[in-house]
């Protein structure tokens, strides 16, 4: 531990904090907490999805899948940014046009039944605890190599920090972390893929000629095979990432922070353009890891890959860049776990507490003190699973949130929006068997069973071939809406899909007379 580390480490902690005491003195009523009041402009809450979608998977994962894997990593980038295609065109403006603070309100402005709300807290819950895991293992994993401080320790120090954030700051405070660490994380990103093409001669046939004989790959590097060898294996995670997106509860509450539709398809254009620049100076961050690093070092200090951008950065920069590096990443998990915690918060307090057991009949001061606690507990369960989970590749963590979300969350969107017959049943048939075949699968796939002892969490032949199962599990998330519905009646709580459709495309809440 040095003093350019612990400098850096402070400059960013102090920064963030003080955002979050100016962000408290403005968030008092429940639409503060959970949505800094719809008062983002389109840029901003542009800048704020980069932020919060930009997470420990993407910096620190997708640069290690790319160094271990070569173009089989670069699979996450391509998934990952094709997916906001959905979102734009499928989901944004119906959403914020039906919603209010969270996706449950979406889907409960046609279902006003109580069961399908709770459902969709249900998956919200399971799919944030799937993502938090994984920005705290990269958490835990970087301020080990950068601090020298214990993995157990960082995972704590990251916890205490993004539970202050959330109950003092709420959706203010979390937004504009992810705004300020969003523009860190390009410069930063930008300045590792100079040095790098300045290695190259600025040449990206050098860089690829290079890389090509870096690794024991051999030209095999360049090509899909190293790491998804089966057809349906890679299918699977690209179903996933593809259509992960827009099921995605943390992403989908950041439509509610602006005023109106219109704001927040603007926001999805800002928001793909800083992605997809992004996402392509990944794949030089993980080729110049493979080439200036190398693999042997790269396992070492973390068997999945995850401290390649670090220290690629100390082997061009010194320590000082690797120090920025480092804190920019530490800022991007801050941010990412900050925005989980408070969808989660939301989940517990907004949809089950007020609107499930109180049925709507709470004070803003009710709820925001239900969210503050609900926010403290959703942290304490995610530290402990995370303390488990160090061995763990972060993007792979991260593809299965996508998987649960794909399957348990965007057949109910969709057919809530598009669908005249969908029904009561329906919805809850599909989050239920969704998140159930999700969660099934991935229990017995190579992705928690191996026969290596220590490999991963469990030590056994895995029943399951895949490591993600989106392939089965979004067929039956679609089938189970289906059946569910042609097999029920519809309920009595239901509002007229005429109403439903007249609001999600004009955003209107009365049908005018």
Request: proline letters at 2%.
């Amino acid at each position: 531990m040095d003093f350019i580390s612990v400098a850096i480490f402070v400059g960013v902690i102090g920064l963030t904090l003080g955002v979050t005491y100016w962000a408290a003195k403005q968030t008092s009523t429940a639409s503060d907490f959970y949505t800094a009041g719809g008062s983002l402009t389109g840029w901003q809450n542009g800048l704020a999805i980069a932020g919060d979608y930009l997470s420990a998977a993407s910096f620190l994962g997708i640069a290690g899948a790319v160094a271990l894997n070569g173009y089989d990593g670069f699979y996450y980038s391509l998934g990952w940014l094709t997916a906001y295609l959905v979102v734009l065109f499928l989901v944004a403006e119906p959403l914020r046009n039906l919603g209010k603070f969270t996706m449950a309100d979406m889907i409960g402005s046609r279902f006003a039944a109580k069961k399908v709300r709770a459902a969709a807290a249900l998956n919200t819950i399971t799919i944030v605890l799937f993502y938090m895991i994984a920005q705290l293992v990269g958490a835990g994993a970087l301020i080990k190599l950068l601090l020298g401080i214990d993995y157990w320790l960082s995972v704590l120090i990251v916890g205490v920090m993004m539970t202050v954030y959330v109950l003092f700051g709420g959706m203010t405070a979390t937004s504009w972390v992810q705004i300020i660490k969003a523009v860190l994380l390009m410069i930063g990103t930008i300045v590792i893929a100079f040095l790098v093409l300045l290695r190259t001669n600025f040449s990206f046939t050098s860089l690829f000629e290079k890389v090509a004989v870096a690794t024991k790959h051999g030209e095999s590097y360049l090509h899909s095979g190293v790491l998804y060898d089966h057809p349906l294996g890679l299918i699977s995670v690209l179903m996933a990432l593809f259509l992960g997106t827009a099921g995605l509860p943390h992403i989908l509450m950041r439509f509610f922070t602006v005023k109106d539709a219109k704001t927040a398809r603007s926001s999805v254009i800002y928001a793909v353009w800083i992605i997809g620049a992004f996402y392509f100076i990944t794949m030089i961050l993980g080729f110049g890891a493979a080439i200036f690093v190398g693999e042997e070092a790269i396992v070492a200090e973390n068997a999945a890959g995850n401290m390649a951008a670090p220290m690629l950065a100390a082997v061009l920069g010194g320590n000082a860049l690797e120090s920025f590096v480092a804190a920019v990443a530490f800022a991007t998990i801050l941010a990412v776990v900050s925005g989980l915690v408070l969808t989660g918060a939301s989940a517990i307090a907004h949809d089950l507490y007020a609107e499930v057991f109180k049925k709507g009949k709470v004070t803003d001061k009710q709820q925001v003190t239900a969210a503050r606690i609900a926010a403290i507990s959703v942290a304490v369960l995610s530290i402990i699973l995370a303390l488990g989970s160090e061995k763990l590749n972060v993007a792979f963590l991260v593809s299965l949130a996508f998987c649960v979300a794909a399957a348990a969350n965007l057949p109910t969107i969709l057919l809530t929006i598009y669908w005249k017959r969908f029904n009561t049943t329906g919805a809850i048939a599909s989050m239920l068997t969704g998140l159930i075949v999700s969660l099934v699968l991935v229990g017995v796939s190579p992705s928690v069973m191996s026969p290596v002892e220590g490999a991963t969490l469990i030590t056994g032949n895995p029943i399951f071939p895949l490591t993600n199962p989106a392939i089965i599990s979004i067929p039956a998330g679609f089938l189970a809406a289906y059946i569910g519905t042609i097999l029920s009646a519809r309920g009595k709580e239901e509002i007229d899909y005429a109403e439903i459709k007249f609001k999600a495309e004009t955003g209107y809440r009365e049908l005018q007379n």
